[in-house]
């Protein structure tokens, strides 16, 4: 499913678990072979994307996208060091 708010459409991402080596975690690349198996993986299950998360259940990134999250008046990422 989709989703729309103030005439954005959203897309249904699907949770991959991340593998626990990332050798520059603070540089966002399509190019990991971890964010390509996960996009796949997505794809597999009906999902547009997905939302890589950690070992210890934190969000790090999209698989091929950025994440943000409006908290009140405040866009907040996960952190550079995740």
Do not use: W
Request: charged content about 20%; aromatic content about 2%; some cysteine.
């Amino acid at each position: 499913p989709t989703l729309r708010h103030r005439g954005v459409q959203g897309i249904h991402a699907c949770r991959a678990q991340s593998d626990t080596y990332r050798p520059l975690p603070t540089v966002k690349s399509i190019g990991y072979l971890g964010s390509v198996l996960a996009r796949l993986a997505a794809r597999e299950k009906g999902c547009h994307g997905a939302i890589i998360v950690s070992p210890d259940e934190l969000v790090l990134e999209g698989a091929n996208s950025t994440i943000l999250a409006r908290l009140g008046n405040v866009l907040v990422t996960p952190p550079l060091d995740g």
